[in-house]
């Protein structure tokens, strides 16, 4: 079955980091870019970064330059998003997608809550 | 950073009417716009993709359309599972950009 599989949901303190897993199975791991899409409440989906998921070559959105590291375990077809210096605003849900032009896969998201 | 407004916000509508959404773009996309489909706890699911086509499996009641600014998704007869929330998505600029929602509730 073609589908991404992400890590469970996370609760962090304000200043912490947090990891983010992305297990894509179904389909070759290094034939398709991997995005990574987050949505706080009341707010609309805002793109982050992707991934070369062949190569490793990354590209950040400048709203997280700094604060965010994308990156792959090519041997078991998974991507990683790590956000640090985390604030009550990083409270979202956070999604990989799979995109060569369009994200036409997407996985469930996972829950990282930031609260004190 | 080009916006994306989408309207209605909500639309109230019962199964088997027709539903038009919209989405505006603060710049010209040429045909550069996608649509989503959205429901609580699942994946997002592409549907339409440059503006009019039609992601493999998406039934044909679902049709999109439009070019540069102005773009629609129509649901030619809604189904019961066609409740939930739709997202258009731009790639015509970096970064891509999405716009705010609509949600498609049962009247």
């Known amino acids: 079955q073609v589908q991404l599989l992400q890590s469970e949901a996370e609760v962090k303190k304000p200043g912490a980091s947090v990891k983010v897993s992305c297990k894509a199975s179904g389909y070759s791991f290094t034939s398709y870019p991997i995005h990574w899409v987050r949505q706080a409440p009341g707010q609309r989906l805002e793109w982050m970064g992707w991934?070369?998921?062949?190569?490793?070559?990354?590209e950040y959105s400048q709203n997280f330059q700094g604060r965010i590291t994308i990156n792959r375990d090519a041997s078991a077809s998974t991507a990683y998003m790590e956000l640090t210096s985390l604030r009550s605003e990083d409270t979202a849900v956070y999604y990989c997608?799979?995109?060569?032009?369009?994200?036409?896969?997407w996985g469930r998201g996972t829950l990282v809550t930031v609260s004190s | 950073e080009i916006v994306l407004t989408q309207s209605p916000a909500t639309l109230s509508l019962s199964p088997g009417e027709r539903a038009t959404l919209s989405c505006r773009a603060s710049?010209?996309?040429?045909?550069?716009l996608a649509w989503y489909q959205h429901k609580p706890g699942q994946a997002p699911r592409l549907l339409i993709s440059d503006a009019s086509n039609r992601a493999t499996g998406v039934p044909a009641r679902f049709s999109g359309s439009g070019s540069g600014t102005d773009f629609t998704l129509t649901i030619s007869s809604l189904e019961p599972e066609d409740f939930a929330v739709y997202y258009c998505q731009q790639r015509s600029t970096w970064p891509s950009t999405f716009g705010q929602g609509t949600k498609l509730e049962i009247k």
């Open positions: 710049q010209s996309l040429s045909s550069y």
């Open positions: 991934l070369n998921a062949d190569n490793g070559n990354t």
């Open positions: 997608a799979r995109a060569l032009h369009y994200f036409d896969l």
